[in-house]
């Protein structure tokens, strides 16, 4: 256990759904992220959010939307997806520069 | 921008036997963070060792250690006395002193009873 949870750990959804992934740190950090892994890809870098303010956009398409309500706290809003957005989402939150992310276990989101 | 490139996609080792998997990178930045995560099958991707740049001296981590060579930008873990529960994808990755963190392709261990 690394500190970070996140739910579901797994969920599926039709293209016209709405639905909403949990993180949440009891670590005492000031910076989540949320990363998407898929199959044979290198880890993508989502959002960041430092302060509950969000400092990076990595160009997402607007049907993935971050929610930051404090700093435990992380959101990501889904609705009219793609078959192309299965994948494993990760979440992850560090306590600042230099240190390294603590990641949880992830969501794995199939798209039907 | 940084660069990670891990050219081994996948690696495999007999238990008890040591390991070295790979990592360059290409930075312009004097002062960065390395890193090799593990990432278990269970899928919580845990830290395995890290290593500042500014540091000379090579991190160790008990079974793990790293060969950080700055001016080749090589970064690789040597994995000693390798156990059945190393199995798992390890990552590379790279953070820029502004924070900035970008990971390599990932290398999938196996070990081999």
């Known amino acids: 256990e690394t500190g970070v949870t996140q739910t579901p750990r797994h969920l599926v959804m039709g293209m016209t759904n709405k639905k909403s992934l949990k993180c949440e740190q009891h670590l005492g950090h000031n910076a989540m992220y949320w990363y998407k892994q898929s199959a044979k890809k290198p880890l993508e870098l989502m959002f960041v959010?430092?302060?509950?303010?969000?400092?990076e956009n990595n160009s997402v398409p607007s049907r993935f939307s971050p929610e930051c309500p404090n700093s435990s706290h992380l959101f990501l809003h889904l609705h009219t997806l793609q078959p192309e957005d299965s994948a494993l989402y990760l979440c992850a939150s560090t306590a600042g520069d230099p240190y390294e992310q603590y990641f949880g276990p992830g969501t794995r989101l199939t798209v039907t | 921008a940084q660069t990670v490139t891990q050219s081994q996609p996948e690696m495999s080792v007999q238990e008890a036997e040591t390991v070295t998997l790979s990592c360059t990178y290409d930075?312009?930045?004097?002062?960065?963070?390395l890193f090799w995560y593990k990432q278990p099958p269970s899928r919580q991707m845990i830290l395995v060792i890290r290593q500042e740049a500014y540091k000379q001296q090579n991190a160790t981590e008990n079974r793990f250690s790293v060969n950080f060579q700055k001016a080749a930008k090589s970064f690789s873990l040597k994995i000693s006395d390798s156990q059945l529960g190393d199995a798992a994808m390890y990552f590379c990755?790279?953070?820029?002193?502004?924070?900035?963190?970008?990971f390599g392709d990932g290398t999938t261990l196996t070990v081999k009873p």
């Open positions: 959010y430092n302060f509950k303010e969000q400092t």
């Open positions: 930075t312009s930045e004097s002062d960065y963070y």
């Open positions: 990755a790279y953070r820029s002193d502004a924070g900035k963190s970008t």
